[in-house]
């Protein structure tokens, strides 16, 4: 994971907010700094992210307020993003972090999170404000993202003995640290193909590795890791009243890269839950295929 530097691209011309989001970047990043330094205690890590929050919070109030006074036709979406933030992903990331007595990988995991976030959320959202970019209009999935939360859990819980808390409903791609990648494919009929795309942190994929009968008397193969996944691809795929299981073999897994590569054909939905164990990705994507 590399630090997100602060330039004018992320400017918006608007002194108030520039210079906050500028803080908060030299923020994020002295967190990644701690995170590298073994000397670094818990006491410093929870003050770091006490007054990252506490500024977030501050700057979120300021930027609204501008919004309101320029009567920004935007402003009940883009506040809808900021409480999400602060009422889901943030409470979510914290929790986590908590969980893991404040790791070096789960801060860094938390930095690269907020990284993205951010940066993203200035080059869409904060420049829309001010004209620079066009805001797209997004479709509310809030009930079929309610309805995929819960099988994702349940999923979890069966396979990894892990219950799951959404992080973010807009997963962008970032980098959950070390991984399993899978994906499925669908024939839903009448020409409509479907894919499924798991990511699952290699602490919390273990946990499903665990479950498997004699595992703990020999190392782990790549039929194992099939297992697991084509334990979570069938929970999942009742989603989509998938009747029957497609094949499923080697090629299904993937690597980092391959994983992001399909991930970057678009994904209507794609979110990122965290559990105690680690982080877990779900997104699918759906298309009509050609005759």
């Known amino acids: 994971m590399e630090k997100v530097v602060w330039d004018d691209r992320f400017k918006i011309g608007v002194e108030i907010v520039d210079k ?3 803080k908060l970047f030299r923020i994020v990043n002295r967190l990644y700094d701690l995170s590298r330094d073994a000397s670094t205690n818990q006491t410093a890590y929870t003050e770091g992210i006490k007054y990252l929050e506490a500024y977030s ?3 979120f109030s300021e ?3 501008y919004m309101r006074s320029i009567r920004y036709s935007g402003y009940a979406e883009h ?3 900021h409480d999400n933030f602060r009422n889901k992903t943030l409470i979510s990331l914290k929790r986590d972090l908590e969980r893991s007595g404040y790791s070096p990988t789960a801060i860094q995991r938390f930095v690269g999170i907020m990284n993205r976030w951010l ?3 200035i080059m869409l959202e904060d420049q829309a404000i001010v004209g620079k970019a066009v805001r797209q209009k997004k479709k509310d999935r809030s009930s079929q993202i309610e309805i995929i939360s819960r099988t994702v859990n349940r999923a979890a819980q069966d396979v990894l003995q892990a219950e799951t808390k959404l992080v973010s409903d807009d997963y962008k791609g ?3 640290g070390n991984g399993y990648y899978c994906c499925q494919y669908y024939d839903m009929g009448g020409g ?3 894919q499924l795309l798991l990511g699952v942190e290699d602490i919390l994929f273990l946990r499903g590795i665990e479950r498997i009968p004699g595992i703990r008397k020999r190392e782990m193969a790549e039929n194992d890791i099939l297992h697991v996944f084509k334990q979570l691809f069938q929970k999942m795929g009742r989603l989509f009243k998938v009747e029957t299981e497609p094949e499923f073999g080697m090629e299904n897994l993937l690597d980092r890269d391959q994983f992001r590569k399909e991930f970057m054909k678009g994904c209507p939905c794609s979110l990122l839950f965290g559990t105690r164990s680690g982080a877990l990705v779900f997104c699918y994507r759906s298309w009509r295929a050609k005759k």
């Open 192 to 194: 409509v193909m479907l």
């Open 57 to 59: 919070m501050t700057h």
């Open 20 to 22: 906050a989001h500028e």
């Open 119 to 121: 940066s993203e959320h």
């Open 63 to 65: 930027e609204e307020a």
């Open 79 to 81: 506040k809808r993003l």
């Open 174 to 176: 970032q980098n959950i």
